[in-house]
């Protein structure tokens, strides 16, 4: 196991199964990989549909929504302690990696002195190239001890780059020719979904 892709989700079964779509799509040797998705156990939208999630390489843990949103890195330490692999990718479920290969680049790199980074990253019409600090990060399972305890710090994706480039000096490894899309939504119906 080479690196295992956390997916919390929330009611968005259609996009979900998109986000996990793409990974398979991208991905090099399907050996190297786990899908690894959190769940909330009062979500009919996702529980109804169970099946379609349930193939191999893709593990499933549901549990209490708790805060919803503001417990979004609950969840992904929820998923990271469930995972031997040494790398994680934060993921959300309403993206979807485009490009090949991303795993063969990963396999020869340290777990130490380097946070990864997709080349490009598309939000909406906009696209970045080698953006450090950005969205949809690839760090080393357990890379936030000491300074953290088991639970991750939110919002995670900047906490890491914090902790690891501001903090430890490591340097950002771009994945050449791999490029995350972030299909998000407006802002009013992000804020309707968080009520779902």
């Known amino acids: 196991m080479l690196c295992a892709i956390l997916l919390p989700s929330r009611a968005r079964p259609d996009r979900l199964l998109k986000t996990i779509a793409s990974v398979w799509a991208t991905v090099a040797d399907p050996s190297r990989v786990e899908v690894l998705l959190r769940l909330d156990d009062d979500d009919r939208a996702m ?64 777990t130490t002195g380097l946070l990864v980074q997709p080349e490009m990253y598309q939000l909406g019409f906009s696209r970045y190239a080698n953006s450090e600090g950005g969205a949809f990060p690839i760090f080393p399972n357990k890379c936030w001890r000491p300074e953290w305890t088991d639970e991750l710090v939110d919002p995670l994706d900047a906490k890491i780059d914090e902790l690891l480039r501001g903090q430890r000096g490591w340097k950002t490894h771009f994945l050449p020719g791999i490029e995350v899309v972030h299909d998000r939504d407006d802002d009013a119906s992000l804020e309707a979904h968080r009520t779902l």
């Open 47 to 110: 529980l109804d549909r169970l099946g379609e999630f349930e193939k191999p390489g893709t593990r499933i843990i549901v549990g209490p929504r708790g805060r919803g949103y503001p417990d979004l890195n609950k969840m992904y330490g929820e998923l990271a302690a469930a995972t031997p692999a040494p790398w994680l990718w934060m993921m959300n479920d309403d993206a979807i990696i485009v490009g090949k290969g991303w795993d063969e680049q990963l396999v020869p790199l340290p």
